[in-house]
C-alpha cells in the first residue's frame, strides 16, 4: 500500500468551526507551559462524541487538537518520510516514520541483535562483526556509537540504495543495503584509531570521513604523546564506493594527512564549491590533557585559542594526485596516503579561522556558503565559497599554522555573523531558502534566512523565529537537507535529555526525538516521542522512494546477495554429510518443520548448519534457537543462513523456531544430541 493524502482540509475545517475558530490564538504552545498530563486522567468518550468533546476529554487545547490530527497516521496507513536515526552507542540505527515518530524498525550494525540473529552465531553477522573489527589482535568489536547515518545520494540527491554509518570510537565505516535493510560490510579506516564525521559526495563515488581523535599511525601503533605535535596526525579518508559490488573498495581509497587537531565535523561541497570538502576542527591548541601531571585538564587546555580552524580541501585535485599515481604518495594501512607537507606543498589545504570549539559543519543547498558554529560562540558564521575561492588564488593569508598550512584572512572569506543562541551545534536547510541551528544550551532551534540567492541582502541572515525543545537538542534534521533538494515541511529535533517529558522508568532516562511543523512563518512543535539509544544525526527521505524487497529471491545469501547462495539447499536435496572434523548439515525450514529436526552429532564435532527458508510468502520469517549454544539465527523468506560452532559439551539441546510463524508454531522443534566422546 502506497501512503496516500486523504481529504483532510474537510475535517479541519468542520472542528475549526465549532472547535478551533478563535482560540486558535490563546497562545499556548502543545507541550508547553501546562500541567504534565497524570496517567488515567484520560476518559474518552464513547462513539458518536463530537471532536471537541474528544478533545475536551483528552485536555487538548486548540493547537494540540490540531497538531494530532496533523501528525496522526491512521492504522494500516503509512508514514510520508522515513528517518534513519542513529543510536549511538547501541551500535544500531533506528528507522522512525515522520510524521507519527513511531519506530519501525532496528537495524543493527556495530553491535549484536538477537532478534534479527545479527553477530548471535549465524555468519553473516558474525563474520561481517569480525572483518570489521578495530585489530585483528583484539577482541571482536561488539559495540560501536553510531553517530553518522548517511544516504547514498545520485546526483546530490537521496536514490533509497544504501546507508552508511559511522562508529567514532574506532573509526569504521558501516554500508547498509536498503534492500534488505541488512548492514553487508564494516570497514576499518586505516591509519586512524577514531573517525567522527562521515559524509558520502554527490555520486557516492566516495563515503568521506575524517577523524576525531588523531593517531600515531592506527591500531597498535605508539608514540609517546609527549611526540604529540610531530608523531600524531589526523585525517580525512575518502573510501571508495563501488554501487555494483556494494562494498567499500579500500585498494581505491585514499587518506589525506592532516595536523593532529581534532577534525570533527565535515561535509562535502555543492554546485560552486563541488571540487571541495569542508571540516572544522578543535584543540588547535595541540593539548593532550594531563590534570594529574601538572597540565591542564584537556577541555580547557583545548579552549585556549580565540579561533580554530575550518580546513579547505580540494578533493578534486588530491583524487587527481591519487591517480596519477604520483610518487609523492605514501603506501599505508592498505591504501594511498597523501602525506601532510605533500598536501601542502600542492596546495590541498587551506585553513579558515573559525570560533572557538566548533561543531557543526554545513554547506548551504546551493553550495554558496559554509556555516560553522562553535559552541562557545552564541553565532553562526557563513563564509561564502566564492570569497573563499578568492582568497586562496590570492593568497590572501593572515599567517601560518605551525604545520606551514596557509590560514586566510578572517574578514576576507566571512559573509555574516548571525546571533543565535547559546551553544549553537548543527545547521540544516529547507525549501525556502532558510537555516535552522540546534542551540544545546538554549534548549532551543533558531530559524534564519539566507542571503543571496536565497534572500534578498536586505532580508538575508536575520533570525526570524526560535522555538524551545526539550531539552538540551543535539543533531535537527529535515527530509533531504544535505542534499541538493532539500523538502522542508518538517524538522526533528534529536535531543539529548529527557527529563520530566515522558514517565520516570528508573534513573536511565530515554532520549527525546520532537517533531517541529515547517509550513508557517513560526514553527510549531506538534510530535514527540522518546528515542532509543543516543541519537546523533539522521537522515531522512520520502517513504516510497526507498527501494526495499519485500522478500528474498529465492536461495539468497543475504551476505552477498547472491542468488543462488553457494551454501543454499534446495527442498528434497535436504541431508546431514559427515566431514573431516563433524558434520555438515543441509536444511530446510517452512511452515511448519526444520528438515532434518534431528541433528546427531559427537562432542567435539564441527558443526555447520546451512539453513535455507524455502518460503516465498511475504513476513514468513523463521527462526532457528539453540539451547544452551548462545546462537539464534533469523532466517528470512528466500535467505539461507549459515551457523558454524564446535558441539564442545555433550548434552541433549532442542532447537526452536522463534518466530510465532504459524498454527502448528510450537511444533517448529527438533532435537541436537551431541553423544560424549
Ligand atoms: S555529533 Cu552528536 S550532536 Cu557525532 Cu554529529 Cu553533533
Ligand atoms: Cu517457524 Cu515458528
Known sequence: MKPRTRPLHLLATVIS??????????GCRAG?????????????????????????????????????????????????????????????????????????????????NTWQGWGQGADEGDKILREGSFSPNLPTQTW???????????????????????????????????????????????????????????????????????????P????????????????????????????????????????????????????????????????????TGGNLEGRPPFEIGASRNEMDYMHVINWRRAEALVLSGSPKLVEKGGIKVIPLEVARDEGLLHFVPESKSPHGCDVAPGGEYILTSGKLDPHVTAYS????????????????????????????????????????????????????????LDSAVAKFTLGPPYHSAAEGWKLVDKIDINYNIGHLQTPGSNTVRPRGRYLVA??????????????????????????GDKMRLVNEAPSIGEPHNATIIETDRIAA???????????????????????????????????????????????PDTIRVKQGDRVVIDITNAESARDATHGFGLHGYNVTASIDPGATQRIE???????????YCTEFCSALHMEMAGWFMVEPR
Open 144 to 218: 560501536g556509537d553510531l553517530h553518522h547515518p548517511q544516504l547514498s545520494l545520485t546526483k546530490g540527491d537521496y536514490d533509497g540504495q544504501f546507508l552508511f554509518a559511522s562508529d567514532k570510537p574506532t573509526g569504521r565505516v558501516a554500508v547498509i543495503d536498503l534492500r534488505d535493510f541488512h548492514t553487508k560490510q564494516i570497514v576499518k579506516t586505516p591509519n586512524t584509531i577514531s573517525d567522527h564525521a562521515l559524509f558520502v559526495m554527490e555520486n557516492t563515488e566516495y563515503v568521506v570521513t575524517a577523524t576525531f581523535q588523531p593517531s600515531p599511525g592506527g
Open 32 to 112: 508547553k507551559s501546562r500541567p504534565a498530563a497524570k496517567p488515567g486522567a484520560v476518559a474518552t468518550p464513547g462513539e458518536g462524541a463530537s471532536l471537541e468533546a474528544i478533545a475536551q476529554a483528552h485536555n487538548l487545547d486548540p493547537a494540540e487538537a490540531r497538531a494530532a490530527l496533523e501528525v496522526y497516521t491512521p492504522p494500516g496507513r503509512y508514514d510520508e518520510f522515513t528517518m534513519f536515526s542513529s543510536g549511538g552507542h547501541s551500535g544500531s540505527v533506528y528507522v522512525v516514520g515522520i510524521p507519527s515518530l513511531r519506530l519501525l524498525k532496528e537495524i543493527p550494525v556495530f553491535s549484536p
Open 220 to 287: 597498535g601503533v605508539y608514540a609517546p604523546l609527549e611526540t604529540y605535535k610531530d608523531r600524531y596526525r589526523g585525517a580525512i579518508t575518502f573510501h571508495k564506493f563501488d554501487r555494483a559490488a556494494g562494498r567499500i573498495v579500500l585498494a581505491q581509497s585514499f587518506q589525506i594527512e592532516l595536523p593532529p587537531y581534532f577534525q570533527d565535523l565535515a561535509i562535502g561541497g555543492k554546485g560552486p564549491s563541488k571540487d571541495y570538502i569542508f571540516t572544522n576542527s578543535l584543540n588547535t591548541e595541540l593539548s
Open 494 to 519: 534529536l535531543n539529548k535529555w529527557v527529563v520530566d517529558r515522558h514517565p520516570a522508568m528508573g534513573p536511565l532516562h530515554p532520549q527525546n526525538t520532537q517533531l517541529i511543523d515547517l509550513s
Open 385 to 440: 565559497f566564492a570569497k573563499i575561492k578568492k582568497a586562496i588564488d590570492e593568497k590572501n593569508y593572515e599567517k601560518l599554522d605551525p604545520y606551514g598550512i596557509p590560514i586566510l584572512n578572517y574578514d576576507a572569506v566571512k559573509e555574516a555573523y548571525i546571533e543565535v543562541g547559546l551553544g549553537p551545534l548543527h545547521t540544516v536547510f529547507d525549501d525556502k531558502g532558510n537555516g535552522y541551528t540546534s542551540l544545546f
Open 549 to 595: 524487497w519485500v522478500t528474498y529471491p529465492a536461495l539468497t545469501d543475504p551476505a552477498t546477495m547472491q542468488t543462488p547462495a553457494a551454501n543454499a539447499t534446495k527442498q528434497g536435496d535436504e541431508r546431514i554429510e559427515k566431514t573431516a572434523d563433524g558434520v555438515h548439515v543441509h536444511m530446510v525450514v517452512i511452515r511448519s518443520q526444520y528438515k
Open 17 to 26: 468551526l465549532s472547535f478551533l475558530g478563535g482560540a486558535a490564538t490563546t
Open 645 to 655: 560452532f564446535i558441539a564442545s559439551q555433550p548434552g541433549a539441546y532442542p532447537f
